[in-house]
């Protein structure tokens, strides 16, 4: 039999033993299953963060794996569980828009409802542990998604994934993700776009950014510039220097693109 | 054969090597053991801390599991190297008091002794590598306890792990952890007894807390509550701000509370 | 057949994406690995830093097993990726000093032009991904090193892997490795001839250190000494307290002994 591989990304950090206690349910169900940490430094409650994160890494898994995304400020309210089957892997986590940059209309989209495959008692604080990471393990030994629960087309389709345009034409979006080394990535696509445009101009906070390079180095001790980034959105970069740092800014933060 | 499981818990950080030479000389003894990291961020020397974080977390694991705990501040003096029995799990390290929120009378602790499983040389700083890593390591291969040493009962039960009524009247702990939230664990349990008590007071360096409250979202802005967490301890919070910052503490110093 | 052992050493941190990418490759291509994190927080760039990590680490894991090594500032340009077989491991990474440290002239160095096994489309920016991952896996997954390149020896060796004595008599290396205490790795071995040198100095900036201890608490509150660490080479340490933060160093630095 293969073996199964499951990935974690979540905003409970490496130092407290949230992570670890989530690896040991599913060590219980499939002992043998690879885990793999995409990431638990997801700044706390950023959905968008964890959303863009997921969407970057899955395509270098093999089909069958299995993706948990654990950022869920709404543990313990209505916000359904579900599975996502896309492209021949599988993705469970809360209905919060936490998958909703995988959304390519192939998506099948699952309410989880096996209660008796939770972790018991379950709390209201840790679904994580009680619903996320044994509904994962099952999958890994064997369980198909459709013993797990009905098809459902009413889930969280989130804004940050999909820029709007206002009624002043600037387009509406957030700051998705902020790198190692103080990059900021937008929610705006459209390198062509930008590069054809005059005015074009990135806004976050109080900071105006309007000029658009191809390499780092192409910018000037101190500047903020834009650029098109290997994850294909915008980002906002300086030369050896955090844009973030400059722009005081975090996941989530609002961003405003002018073309 | 059953995948044998492994944990570490230590207080090296993930900046340096130490971590991966243990799993190296456990993969060596035992290349198919799945190994999984509790945590190597604890404050450094803080046995109250890692002893917390161990007995919240194997609950979590399989029977069977093998964890292994380094926070050693002892390493190359005369504390013993032990292996605990405990719920059907096994737990290495050194007896300086890690394993004291484990015990409940029913643990079996053996005084590891068989130096023919270390690796050598045997360095007088780094006991994790070449002590616990291997026993832990020949265990999940098969060996069994009594192979590795004699049963004793004179081991460290650490005052931490249970509080002591001064004459004062007031209970003497300590902290115990500090999570990524800021949010203060106190050796304190008793939720019942605090919540019926109209003179309830937990004080911490200079800073008194006779609030107690259910949820974050009862504590008005910049107030320091105390509630009952999920780990079963009394905790000090603050709503979406640290109550560690706010307290100026660390792991293993002194609490106090009144009932 | 055996469990494949890979390990992983980079300067991607954890809250990025980047390390889940390359074990996803890796996954894809050798299912049943064992991946084990060596560090991923080598200081951006710091080639000495990862080669000195590596250098330390690699025998602690058994025979056979895979080391994959990206620190890469020189990505996209023409160096070039190599095989190391070393003791009866294998190395992966760049030519560019990281495996400086490994170097005893019985290694066995190849270019790797096994291009059909690279992730394509191969990036200008992310080799640890397309190259040097996949390159690793069919390495666990039994390709032998002479089917991935031809054997050279024009290789790197790193200046820092060898200190160099000035006209004035003193020898120049640099900081290899702050660990997590703050203790100051140099590039200098040497212990006997410290201890037996009347005139023993190490520079680093614009601080000498010209103390030679042999334990921590030989130190003075607030005093530089030099140690022999475990390591083999001369550190900079205080006792109970950061000597990197005293000497505002960071490794690649440079640093001179006089002897």
């Known amino acids: 039999m293969a073996t ?9 950090g490496q130092a407290d033993h949230y992570v670890a206690s ?16 995409i990431s638990h430094e997801v700044k706390p409650y950023a959905i968008g963060d964890a959303a863009y994160l997921i969407a970057q ?9 299995i993706h948990v995304v654990v950022v869920d400020p709404g543990v313990g309210s209505s916000r359904r569980p579900i599975i996502v089957e896309q492209a021949g892997q599988f993705f469970v986590g809360p209905d919060n828009g936490v998958f909703g940059m995988l959304y390519d209309e192939a998506e099948k989209v699952r309410t989880i409802t096996a209660t008796q495959y939770f972790h018991k008692p379950v709390s209201n604080t840790f679904h994580g542990r009680d619903i996320f990471a044994p509904i994962a393990a099952q999958l890994a030994a064997g369980i198909v998604p459709r013993q797990l629960g009905e098809m459902t087309t009413d889930f969280c389709r ?3 994934a999909k820029p709007i345009q206002g009624s002043d034409g600037m387009w509406r ?4 993700h902020i790198d190692r080394f103080g990059n900021v990535v937008t929610s705006f696509r459209g390198r062509t776009l930008v590069m054809n445009s005059p005015n074009f101009a990135l806004v ?5 950014i309007d000029r658009f390079v191809n390499t780092y180095s192409d910018a000037k001790p ?24 400059q722009l005081k800014c975090a996941p989530m933060d609002a961003a405003a693109l002018r073309l």
Chains 1, 2, 3 share one sequence.
Request: aromatic letters at 8%; proline letters at 7%.
């Open 4 to 12: 199964p591989i499951l990935t974690l990304t979540t905003d409970f």
């Open 22 to 37: 989530m690896k040991g349910v599913m060590l219980g169900i499939c002992p043998q299953a690879q885990i793999v940490d």
């Open 57 to 65: 890494t899955y395509p270098c898994f093999p089909k069958g794996t």
């Open 158 to 160: 989130p804004e940050f």
């Open 173 to 176: 979006g957030v700051v998705l």
């Open 204 to 208: 976050i906070g109080d900071k105006t």
């Open 222 to 245: 101190g500047e903020l510039v834009a650029m098109a980034g290997s994850s294909g959105y915008l980002e906002i970069s300086m030369n050896q220097a955090s844009a973030a740092a």
